[in-house]
């Protein structure tokens, strides 16, 4: 039996970011894999993923993740993830805080070949770390 879209998008989430399964990253993502930020697109393959979790680990090491699925197509998924963390490192340009951030991104995966191959992401990660200085 051929598994979901959403239970993959489960498994990845729970594997990279629970677990911190780096090796893992080739069995969810393609090789070309690419994201579209606000402003910019990052066309870096398993490189820019295995980047983006080692450094989120490291600084948010209790990292909590949940996914929320939204809508479920053939190719595609929409969802919201909720991230929960302790700023304990610093992070892209931000001091460490000791201070709990919660933050949401919703992202659409689109598939290929039973893969992440492309990802679209909005996320308020950036607000909620300015906000946190004000505390």
């Known amino acids: 039996m051929e598994k979901s879209l959403a239970s993959m998008i489960q498994a990845a989430n729970t594997a990279l970011f629970v677990g911190g399964e780096l090796d893992a990253i080739g069995e969810h993502f393609s090789a070309d894999y ?12 398993h490189y820019c993923v295995r980047e983006f979790v080692t450094v989120l680990r490291s600084s948010f090491p209790d990292a909590q993740v949940e996914v929320e ?3 479920e197509g053939k190719t595609r998924v929409a969802w919201q993830r909720t991230f929960r963390g302790t700023l304990k490192r610093a992070f892209k340009g931000f001091p460490a ?10 992202v659409t995966s689109q598939f290929h070949n039973g893969l992440i191959a492309e990802e679209w992401v909005v996320t308020d990660l950036a607000e909620r770390l300015l906000l946190s200085r004000k505390r």
């Open 34 to 45: 690419v994201v579209h930020l606000t402003g910019r697109d990052v066309k870096a393959g």
């Open 69 to 71: 699925i939204l809508l």
């Open 97 to 106: 805080s000791g201070l709990e951030i919660v933050w949401r991104d919703m």
